[in-house]
């Protein structure tokens, strides 16, 4: 498969500028001491290889140079972002592939929960190994690969994690000290993974392809799928291209279990709450559907009200545990979710939100909320006011 690394700009050190170097250096080295020529020609030559191994490395496909990263260590922890969807743990499961070839152990673990039906039909169909943590110190391994992520959160201890490989295609500024191939441009970090084993030659005899089983093209078509909206929402040509790749390998009726999973009677209340007690201006709506247990359940909401006709963006919002949830939809190209919901929140100290333009989501403390800290407080019903001005653009 044919891919672009959108992340970095190469600069490739070609060989003959350094040899033309190397003549120059020696032509005025000849009336040195042979000493000093001896020196002067050994760190030539040194320059030279030097550049010679970086060309090689630069050139090598992302596949491969991510796979000999993790030959490097015998232990490696395949770590997600909390309450992992079906993108982060797909990529799990890939890079578990591809450690295994070089004969890497690893450790797939998350901080939060999985809860969302999808998620957990996910996990369950397709037989994951997943440990949960809840600190840094519970970290199966020093070394340690983020996936669909870039940076460490959502533990105690989260701040001090430095990752040697990172592999997303979220906004960010985080990097792995080995490693680091982040490419916003992509609908899901599951596509990076694809092409990856495609650099690899997945499925073939040879002892460092990984193993291209049905699971793992399943769970790698759903996870794609999934951050994608079966293939409407913010995708590139390398999700097309993945999928095309990952066909012919994939087990159907793994892949229906998955994506019709049962939903649970909350969840149903939940969905039932946002269409019934929406606000809509314009076509924009917004629903407070009140206090939930189940937080999973307002970005399936929010994807319920996206369904209906006229309205553009939608924003949801419940309350859990004294934290108030935010999730939100745009099919408008006005409206920038991520941004909207940012903007939204700025005025409330210790919130925080954002997202993609198509997706977004957010918290803040109610207590925050209600007056707590410097800012005078906002009820419900001005922060839906601040809602809908931030989606038409007003804030």
């Known amino acids: 498969m044919d891919f672009q690394n959108a992340s970095t700009d190469v600069a490739f050190v070609e060989a003959e500028p350094l ?7 020696i ?20 320059l030279v290889l030097g550049g010679w191994w970086v060309v090689r490395w630069v050139r090598r496909p992302p596949g491969v140079r991510f796979q000999s990263v993790l030959a490097e260590y015998d232990d490696v922890t395949v770590l997600m972002h909390p309450n992992p969807d079906p993108d982060a743990m797909a990529c799990a499961m890939a890079v578990d592939a591809i450690a295994d070839a070089v004969d890497t152990d690893t450790t797939l673990q998350f901080p939060g929960e999985i809860r969302h039906q999808e998620n957990r039909a996910f996990r369950t169909v397709l037989g ?61 970090a599951a596509t990076l993974l694809v092409e990856y084993l495609d650099d690899l030659g997945a499925g073939t005899d040879n002892d460092t392809d990984p193993d291209f089983s049905a699971e793992l093209a399943t769970g790698l078509l759903y996870g794609i799928q999934s951050d994608t909206d079966h293939l409407t929402n913010g995708c590139s040509r390398a999700e097309f291209e993945a999928c095309g790749t990952l ?52 970005p399936q909401a929010a994807d319920e009200l996206m369904q209906l006709e006229g309205v553009t963006a939608v924003v949801v919002y419940g309350e859990n545990d004294g934290t108030i949830h935010l999730s939100g939809r745009s099919r408008d190209d006005r409206v920038h979710m991520g941004e909207t919901l ?46 809908f001005s931030a989606l038409a653009g007003e804030r």
Do not use: W
Request: hydrophobic share 40%.
């Open 342 to 387: 940012r903007y939204a929140v700025s005025d409330i100290p210790m919130a925080n939100a954002g997202g993609h333009a198509r997706m977004g989501g957010g918290q803040l403390s109610v207590e925050h909320m209600r007056g707590l800290g410097p800012a005078d407080g906002v009820d419900k019903t001005e922060f839906e006011e601040q809602l």
């Open 27 to 46: 032509d005025s080295a000849q009336a040195l001491d042979p000493l000093v020529l001896s020196l002067v020609v050994l760190a030539a030559v040194g």
């Open 128 to 188: 994951l190994d997943l440990d949960q943590i809840a600190s840094s110190s519970a970290l199966a391994s020093e070394a340690v690969v983020l996936v669909d992520h870039n940076t460490a959160r959502g533990f105690t201890g989260a701040q001090t994690v430095e990752p040697v490989a990172v592999v997303d295609h979220h906004p960010g500024n985080g990097t792995g000290t080995d490693f680091t191939d982040v490419r916003t441009d992509y609908g899901a």
């Open 247 to 298: 066909f012919g390998e994939l087990d159907e009726d793994l892949l229906e279990r998955i994506a019709n999973p049962q939903v649970s009677d909350d969840v149903l209340q939940i969905k039932a709450t946002a269409i019934t007690e929406k606000r809509v201006e314009g076509s924009f709506a917004i629903c407070d559907v009140g206090a939930v247990s189940n937080t999973d359940a307002i």
């Open 19 to 25: 040899v033309a170097a190397v003549e120059r250096a």
